[in-house]
C-alpha cells in the first residue's frame, strides 16, 4: 500500500477556498486515490475520488498531476461546518474493495469566522 | 437505505469483561471491517472480511474475535476487556463506491 503523507493541520476562514495536498510516492498502477471527512464523533464519510486528471463533485474536487504522486484536495468556499479531519487514502479500491485501508492521522481543517 | 448500523452506541465495561460489538450492513458488500479510534489519531484496522466465512488480521488484532456467518452482518467480540482498549471503534463496509462507515461505538473500560 502506498504511503501518504498530508499536513496536519490547517487553518481557513470562512469563504475561502481550501486546498489539501497530499503525497504519495509509491503509488502503484492499480490505485486509486480517496478522501474521506470525519466529524467528531462520526464515522469518516466519502468525498471524492480519481484516478488522473481532476475530478469534481457537488463537494469538492480532486487535482491529481500526471506523475501522480500528490493529489491536492480543493474545498471551494468553506464553511464553519467544513471544520473537520480530512484523510487521503491510496488503494486498490476499485477490484479489491479498499482492502486494508491504512488512515494516517489526516489533515485537521478548522474553518475560522 | 440504513448503510451500516452500529450497536451499542456507548458501552462501559469492568477489566476482564467480554462484549460484542454488533454491525450490520444493507448494501450487499462483500467487504466488511472493524477499525479503532484513540483520541487524536487516524484510524487503525482491526481485523476485515472479504466475504461470508473469510475473515483476516488487520493492524492490531490482539485481544478481539471476529466472525462473519452472513454476507450482512459482521460482529466484534472482546474477549477480555482492558482499559488499552478504550477506543472508539467503527465498522466500515466496502463497494466499488468506495466505504462506508457506521456512527461508531464509544467504549471505556475502566
Known amino acids: 500500500l502506498a504511503k501518504t503523507t498530508q499536513p496536519i493541520s490547517m487553518d481557513s476562514y470562512e469563504g475561502q477556498e481550501v486546498n489539501i495536498t497530499c503525497s504519495h510516492n509509491?503509488?502503484?498502477?492499480?490505485?486509486?486515490i480517496t478522501w474521506y471527512q470525519q466529524f467528531p464523533s462520526q464515522g469518516p464519510r466519502f468525498i471524492i475520488q480519481?484516478?488522473?486528471t481532476k475530478v469534481t463533485n457537488e463537494v469538492a474536487s480532486l487535482f491529481i498531476p500526471a506523475d501522480r504522486k500528490s493529489s491536492t484536495l480543493s474545498l471551494p468556499r468553506v464553511s464553519l461546518s467544513d471544520t473537520a479531519v480530512y484523510y487521503c487514502l491510496v488503494g486498490d479500491f476499485i477490484d479489491n474493495y479498499g482492502q486494508n485501508f491504512v488512515f494516517g492521522p489526516g489533515t485537521r481543517l478548522s474553518v475560522l469566522p | 437505505n440504513a448503510g451500516v448500523t452500529q450497536t451499542p452506541k456507548f458501552q462501559v465495561l469492568k477489566t476482564g469483561q467480554s462484549m460484542t460489538l454488533q454491525c450490520a450492513q444493507d448494501m450487499n458488500h462483500e467487504y466488511m471491517s472493524w477499525y479503532r479510534q484513540d483520541p487524536g489519531m487516524g484510524l487503525r484496522l482491526i481485523h476485515y472480511?472479504?466475504?461470508?466465512?473469510?475473515?483476516d488480521q488487520g493492524e492490531v488484532p490482539n485481544g478481539y474475535n471476529v466472525s462473519r456467518s452472513t454476507t450482512e452482518d459482521f460482529p466484534l467480540r472482546l474477549l477480555s476487556a482492558a482499559p488499552s482498549q478504550t477506543s472508539v471503534y467503527f465498522c466500515a463496509s466496502s463497494g466499488s463506491q468506495g466505504a462506508f462507515f457506521g456512527q461508531g461505538t464509544r467504549l471505556t473500560v475502566v
Open positions: 480519481g484516478y488522473k
Open positions: 509509491n503509488i502503484a498502477t492499480n490505485d486509486y
Open positions: 472480511s472479504v466475504g461470508a466465512g473469510i475473515t
